[in-house]
């Protein structure tokens, strides 16, 4: 089954430095990969996800992330945080279109001013 | 996008006691998923509910405790019966469409 580790349980940056969180996964399949954002009471919304096609992946509020096989990694950048980026980030994995996606256990981000 | 709301957004229970949550969706999906998530963790899927067919729970997760109903393609309700402190969690509702996984907001259960 497929499944995901993030490294890291908490990630402090200041405002304007550069935000990167770990996640690698295991899959016997090319897997989906996603990463979700949780803000404080809040649901969870989809920041980026990788399919197929291009590994550098684009995502909302300047976020991105890049698929690299060999390394079973699917990293997320930010080159300049921003408070309004501290929130829990979970990785993702899932097979299949989504059928059935296992979650890592998250990364709370804190931006210090 | 799916739109999903949930009801209630937020409980608290004596325990012995059952809640039941409700997800509405604003299109018809194939798929819905019922996630846990525990203060301070990640999410945990408990089951998988298809319309028409009973539900697939995940390892650790038993319909007597969590019983679930899929009565359209539009509405699915959670049961979280016989509640213990342990089962303070949220419970998120979640469907796929157009192989994208949305969320509900969660509801947000407190058993004292």
């Known amino acids: 089954a497929q499944s995901v580790t993030q490294l890291g349980s908490h990630v402090s940056v200041s405002e304007g430095a550069l935000v990167l969180l770990r996640c690698n996964y295991s899959?016997?399949?090319?897997?989906?990969l996603f990463w979700y954002v949780q803000y404080p009471n809040q649901g969870l919304q989809l920041l980026l996800k990788?399919?197929?096609?291009?590994?550098l992946v684009k995502g909302i509020n300047g976020f991105e992330a890049e698929f690299k096989k060999s390394e079973t990694s699917f990293h997320l950048t930010k080159p300049s945080a921003h408070m309004s980026d501290a929130a829990e980030y979970f990785c993702?994995?899932?097979?299949?279109?989504?059928?059935?996606?296992?979650f890592g256990a998250g990364t709370r981000l804190t931006v210090k001013p | 996008s799916a739109v999903i709301s949930q009801k209630p957004s937020r409980d608290i229970c004596q325990r012995g006691t059952s809640l039941t949550i409700q997800c509405q969706v604003d299109?018809?999906?194939?798929?819905m998923f019922w996630y846990r998530q525990q203060p301070g963790q990640s999410l945990t899927l408990i089951a998988t509910?298809?319309?028409?067919?009973?539900?697939?729970?995940e390892s650790g997760f038993v319909i007597d405790k969590f019983p679930i109903s899929r009565p359209n393609l539009t509405f699915s309700t959670l049961t979280v019966s016989n509640m213990s402190p342990e089962d303070s969690s949220i419970y998120l509702c979640?469907?796929?469409?157009?192989?994208?996984?949305?969320f509900g907001p969660g509801t947000r259960l407190t058993v004292t």
């Open positions: 979640s469907v796929v469409q157009d192989y994208e996984q949305y």
């Open positions: 899959s016997s399949v090319p897997p989906y």
């Open positions: 990788y399919t197929t096609g291009a590994t």
């Open positions: 993702a994995v899932s097979l299949y279109n989504n059928n059935d996606m296992r």
């Open positions: 299109s018809q999906v194939t798929m």
């Open positions: 509910a298809n319309q028409g067919s009973e539900a697939t729970y």
